[in-house]
Each structure stands twice: as structure tokens, then as C-alpha cells.
């Protein structure tokens, strides 16, 4: 469920959200909880952000503690 820090860079036009679904089921479920972030060319956005082609996509899980 907590998939390792990872940076991916766009090969085709889609949403933020189109993007994250592509990556697979684990990844979106995380997504959709909001236990990683994902931010693009270091910004965080919203899911119906437009991603082009090159843009940098990363992800890493949020640490928490008590």
C-alpha cells in the first residue's frame, strides 16, 4: 500500500488523476487516502492539473508518528 519514493517523468498529455490511475491500482488507492504525495516538477496539484509531456512526477509516502 505504501509504495517506495519513485520519480516519473510524463510521456503523454493527461490529468494529474489519469496519470495516477495509469500507475496502477496500489498507487491510486494510496492516492485516492492520501498516505503519498505526489507533486509535480516539485509543486503540489490539484488532481485535474494538466501534465504534459516531460513534466517530473514524484511520489513518496507521507511519514507520520506518534
Not at 509504495?3 to 498529455?13: T, Y
Not at 494538466?50 to 506518534?66: E, M, S
Amino acid at each position: 500500500m505504501f509504495p517506495s519514493p519513485q520519480k516519473i517523468i510524463v510521456a503523454k498529455s493527461s490529468t494529474l488523476h489519469e496519470f495516477v490511475e495509469g500507475l496502477g491500482a496500489d498507487i491510486l488507492y494510496a492516492y485516492e487516502r492520501r498516505v503519498i504525495v505526489v507533486m509535480v516538477n516539485g509543486e503540489h496539484l490539484w488532481p485535474s492539473a494538466q501534465l504534459r509531456p516531460g513534466d517530473v512526477v514524484a511520489i513518496f509516502p507521507i511519514i507520520t508518528g506518534g
